[in-house]
T-cell receptor, first 109, second 113 residues
Framework: GQQLNQSPQSMFIQEGEDVSMNCTSS?????WLWYKQDPGEGPVLLIA?????ELTSNGRLTAQFGITRKDSFLNISASIPSDVGIYFC?????????FGAGTRLTVKP | DTGVSQNPRHKITKRGQNVTFRCDPI?????LYWYRQTLGQGPEFLTY????????KSRLLSDRFSAERPKGSFSTLEIQRTEQGDSAMYLC???????????FGQGTRLTVV
């Protein structure tokens, strides 16, 4: 089963709003990855984080690798309709990659 | 297209039949993962290969499931005597020598009727 706790489970926001979601674990990871998945498709990698405390941006997306190595968050600024989808965090240690249950994002125009 | 490729995209099978899925990873990637995903859940780890060696198998992988990567390139996942509970999206991912960023294929959606 899942070893990562991802929250919130779902979000309904207005276009233009900022979004924040996070992932926590009782285990330490060496890498945190954030993916977005559209219906019927495989997850697409958004951001990869490699060092504790690292803050990385990819366009309107910003993610941070928690200092304790047990958590990470993803922020999306100025949301647009195409941000709709399910966002997954994944923690990686020694080639073992585990996923959260996902955050379903709905953006209302 | 140099991404991860999975075939078929969709498979409908009768209960009790055997099915086989194929994954072609990104060509220079030596690590290959199989995951299963059911509706509303994140991907669940099934098995992992480094080159042709299968290094880890989840307890989710019952004896009806077998995966191979004979030449360290493409991989196959076979499910024997399928059950309705096997209905899911089967995802393949690959990563390079550093073993960090993993890239997924589009998945194979299996429906057992």
């Amino acid at each position: 089963g899942q070893q990562l706790n991802q929250s919130p489970q779902s979000m309904f926001i207005q276009e233009g709003e900022d979004v924040s979601m996070n992932c926590t674990s009782s285990s330490i990871f060496n890498t945190w990855l954030w993916y977005k998945q559209d219906p019927g498709e495989g997850p697409v990698l958004l951001i990869a984080l490699y060092k504790a405390g690292e803050l990385t941006s990819n366009g309107r997306l910003t993610a941070q690798f928690g200092i304790t190595r047990k958590d990470s968050f993803l922020n999306i600024s100025a949301s647009i309709p195409s941000d709709v989808g399910i966002y997954f965090c994944a923690g990686l240690v020694n080639n073992d990659m585990r996923f959260g249950a996902g955050t379903r994002l709905t953006v209302k125009p | 297209d140099t991404g991860v490729s999975q075939n078929p995209r969709h498979k409908i099978t009768k209960r009790g039949q055997n099915v086989t899925f194929r994954c072609d990873p990104i060509s220079e990637h030596n690590r290959l993962y199989w995951y299963r995903q059911t509706l509303g859940q994140g991907p669940e780890f099934l098995t992992y290969f480094q080159n042709e060696a299968q290094l880890e198998k989840s307890r989710l992988l019952s004896d009806r499931f077998s995966a191979e990567r004979p030449k360290g390139s493409f991989s196959t996942l076979e499910i024997q005597r399928t059950e309705q509970g096997d209905s899911a999206m089967y995802l393949c991912a690959s990563s390079g020598q550093g073993g960090t960023e993993a890239f997924f294929g589009q998945g194979t959606r299996l429906t057992v009727v």
